[in-house]
């Protein structure tokens, strides 16, 4: 596949040795490892001997809610956290050890099997990796985990009087880390992203971009400081990202994964950068260099906490890829008459991509107007993801536990 003149020198399929050494150490120091060194509880892991065992008590998922055959995977388990009857847009997240996930403005503590609105919220839940806090937009509005875990509340103001967030300069679409000495805590900004909110109608590609990812797009890099009590923000520095958007950080802070495109716009897979970021006072450092690239479709990436895989949705249905997918799924080719519904009512599967290796994983089957959408990893490796199906208000969180057995 021909690559893009503006693009960072690098060709599909080419993984450098640094990013082995770097899943290497994450796997001892990164965040999946601290959090279990400084005994994070898990939510469902109690008597738990190893992550594979937790979540045994909830229920798989069944023909009753999105349809007990669609795991992709044989030995994997997919499990119905829980169903809501309210429509979210955009992002699914979860915390650090599982307990709460945002949908929209709404946050579900699986613990107490509640809701709990962000009142003064609109979109884009994301929480630390190491379960300090959370922020929602806009505003990129800072809040201590506490207003979450602290009595049993069924609001959490995000802004106004009383509020225990604060702003910062963290624009739409942020991902969220932490340094693995805790001294820092980071923010990526999309800036130029693809506004992806697919599945309440047909979607058969992934999404078009809010912007051209021109030659000179970047991506930004936001830092905040943890006084104890809350988050103060401290500023924000571009990194050039030519051709790229929908950036994510890792994390350690140390990786950057973006989108890319050549230069007629069209999508062409994802490429994994080395992040240096630091900073002197408010004066802050930030360069990135390219260590990898995946040309697979997909969007919405996350990282595991151990920065070995990324899970991402691709749409199916249309576009470039509707042969391939086609094929993929079982049907002799686009035109085979058991694919074509998802001509016309589309679909979204979850997908893990090994970082060391390049080996993408398909982890779900869905049926056509089924859409699993924003997969994102906990500490210990279960993954969570979102399912909506057409003509329903029902929504659908499911765990997986695809990346444990890879």
């Given amino acids: 596949m021909p690559v893009a003149s503006d693009v960072p020198a690098g060709e599909c399929g080419s993984i450098s040795p640094e990013v082995a050494a770097h899943v290497t150490a994450m796997s001892t120091m990164g965040w999946s490892a601290l959090n279990r060194s400084r005994g994070m509880m898990m939510h469902g892991c109690a008597g738990a001997a190893r992550p594979q065992d937790c979540l045994a008590t909830v229920p798989l998922v069944s023909d009753a809610d999105i349809g007990a055959s669609r795991s992709a995977i044989t030995a994997a388990h997919l499990r119905l956290l ?170 350690s802070s140390r990786l950057l994964i973006t989108r890319f495109v050549d230069t007629a716009g069209d999508y062409q897979g994802y490429i994994l950068h080395r992040l240096e970021a630091s900073h002197t006072g408010s004066a802050i450092m930030a360069s990135t260099r390219e260590i990898a690239r995946y040309c697979v479709q997909g969007a919405k990436p996350g990282f595991s906490f151990d920065e070995r895989f990324i899970a991402y949705h691709h749409y199916i249905g249309g576009g470039d890829t509707v042969e391939a997918d086609a094929r993929e799924l079982g049907f002799t080719g686009a035109d085979d008459a058991g694919f074509e519904p998802y001509t016309t009512q589309g679909s979204s599967n979850i997908y893990i991509l090994d970082l060391q290796t390049g080996r993408q994983t398909r982890v779900t089957t869905m049926g056509p107007g089924q859409y699993a959408l924003y997969p994102h990893f906990r500490s210990d490796g279960w993954m969570y993801f979102l399912v909506r199906t057409l003509g329903t208000t029902r929504e659908h969180v499911v765990a997986s536990d695809a990346a444990l057995l890879q």
């Avoid at 955009?90 to 709990?116: H, N, P, Q, Y």
């Avoid at 190491?130 to 979450?148: E, H, I, K």
């Avoid at 106004?160 to 805790?182: E, R």
């Avoid at 923010?187 to 109608?201: L, M």
């Fill in 82 to 251: 829980f169903t809501s009857t309210n429509r979210s847009g955009f992002w699914t997240r979860s915390s650090a050890d599982g307990r709460f996930v945002g949908r929209s403005t709404r946050l579900r503590d699986l613990a107490r099997e509640a809701d709990i609105t962000a009142t003064g919220a609109m979109y884009d839940p994301a929480f630390y990796p190491d379960n300090s806090g959370f922020m929602y937009q806009p505003g990129g509005r800072n809040c201590p985990m506490s207003a979450l875990t602290t009595g049993t509340p069924t609001t959490v103001a995000i802004t106004g009087a009383g509020s225990p967030c604060t702003g910062s300069s963290a624009s739409l679409y942020q991902h969220l880390a932490a340094s693995l000495d805790g001294g820092d805590y980071w923010a990526s900004s999309a800036g130029t992203a693809a506004w992806d909110d697919g599945g309440h109608a047909p979607t058969l590609t992934e999404t078009p971009r809010n912007e051209r990812w021109t030659a000179t797009a970047t991506t930004s890099i936001t830092l905040m400081a943890n006084t104890g009590a809350g988050f103060s923000n401290v500023g924000s520095r571009r990194v050039p990202t030519p051709l790229q958007g929908d950036g994510v950080i890792s994390p």
